[in-house]
């Protein structure tokens, strides 16, 4: 199990349209890795990441790998829902019922907040909570980093730390590469 | 399941104000037209049954061109709940919040506006609420069909406008004919088995749908 990488490609294609985003791209991404998606706006991160959740069919090649995480980068709307509901409502997709495996960004004292009553960075941490919600090896994180200040970017890197040392591996697309400063880095952009 | 359900039920409610909106509009609606049609009991009891359909088809549309949005379906397509149970569960909250308070309420309206049709209720309510349910569910399809394409509420209606015409016509051949002190059990016979297909079948298709568009974008 422990040899097993928690994510692999192999020839892996990715395309929108007539562009190639990524092409052949063949690796295993080990439990205790942290890959990084680099690149400007539209360079295809986050097609490559829905790739490899399984949101996306590449053009060629194949994806395999173990339970996952997804979090899109979209914000969480201003909704009237509390985080709680939020929560719960995830946690049911995901089969589980709602209890945080840890409160990483404090957000304990406003589960009964309306979303729209709560500011971007905390909606951020409310949406990253959603890992908290059930013990998955690989999680693929498209711009967790947004909205977050110091302190939120400072948990986040800790939690991504705590995953890595319980074996898990992490997949993350980001414009601030500079919170990662030794994790391998895949650039897009530059002719695929 | 129950809380899958609950979510969307609250997202059309709460934060889209979906209930207010369609029993507003069917209130609204009604309320001109029995104005513009005249108090004659007569010509109300033949034309209300009718009426009252088309104006809960219309009421159901509206709603529908949102129903299934962005990030929403990445979530639904990793879940380990299955697609198209989170489907009918999205259909059943539609229904619960566009077509169950009219269902409810418009009976009692026309028993109000036509003398002696108390008896009706029933007849009306359950052929209202099946209706209802065919019309949420046809809605879905139709939801799945346009999802990602722009200006979608007009293709929408073009889409199933056509599938919701059967219920239409059972539905309020069931309410002319209780009117009329005829037999109505046929045609909401019939009006039962397009409600239990479209809500069996439709989840199926529209989840279906929904993986083939998000997976090849």
Redesign the interface.
Known sequence: MANTPVLSMNALTVTRGDTVLARNVTRDVPARALWLLTGPNGSGKTSFLRAL?????PASGAVARTD?H?L?A?PL?L???TPR??L????????VPFALIADIFSIAPHLDTPLNRLSTGWRQRVKLSRLMLADRPLWLLDEPSDGLDADGEARLVQMIQTHLAHEGACVIATHDPHLWPRAETMAFGDAG | MMVVYRHFLRRMTRDRGLMGQSAGFFALAVTVCVFAIGPDAVILSAVLPGLVWALQLLSALLGLSDMLEGEDLDDLLLARTSLPAAMCAKALAHLTATGLPIAVLAPLAVSLLVPGSAALLPCMWLGLALSAASFSAIGLLGAALTLGSRRNAALQALIILPLCVPPLIFGAGAASAAMLDQGWQAPMAFLAAIACASLTLCPFAAAWIIRMKVTSA
């Open positions: 959740a399984g949101l996306l069919q996952a997804w899109a979209m709307g909704s009237l829902e509901q939020y719960t409502y995830q946690a049911a997709l995901m089969g």
